[in-house]
Nanobody, 123 residues
Framework: QVQLVESGGGLVQAGGSLRLSCAASGRSFSAYAMGWFRQGPGKEREFVAAITWSSGYPGYADSVKGRFTISRDNAKNTVYLQMNTLKPEDTAVYYC????????????????WGQGTQVTVSS
């Protein structure tokens, strides 16, 4: 019913940039917020950034503040993650997620998840 499709991942050198996209679709799709999470090798999934759908209020993990920017295009039902000054530690599968309710703000729980897109940052 609700689908989230990530794109834009790839291999990049340290210091480079990538822009991830997440397109949401579904007849009944609605969300309080869209977020990005990532899971690196041998690590648990962690929060990266999120944005409220209506107002565009953003939130970021401390590890990416000043380097990553989240944005959304309401008309396209698409959320973006601009990643600059990438580091090898940013290597992970990046997942797009949608949160139905405002409860707990930009944190959990998220209700819908994409399949992820691989970001690999070389030294």
């Amino acid at each position: 019913q609700v689908q989230l499709v990530e794109s834009g991942g790839g291999l990049v050198q340290a210091g480079g940039s990538l822009r991830l996209s997440c397109a949401a679709s579904g007849r009944s799709f609605s969300a309080y917020a869209m977020g990005w999470f990532r899971q690196g090798p041998g690590k648990e999934r962690e929060f990266v950034a999120a944005i409220t759908w209506s107002s565009g209020y953003p939130g970021y993990a401390d590890s990416v503040k000043g380097r990553f920017t989240i944005s959304r295009d309401n008309a396209k039902n698409t959320v973006y993650l601009q990643m600059n000054t990438l580091k090898p530690e940013d290597t992970a599968v990046y997942y797009c997620a949608a949160k139905k309710k405002h409860y707990s703000g930009l944190l959990g729980p998220y209700d819908y998840w994409g399949q992820g897109t691989q970001v690999t940052v070389s030294s």
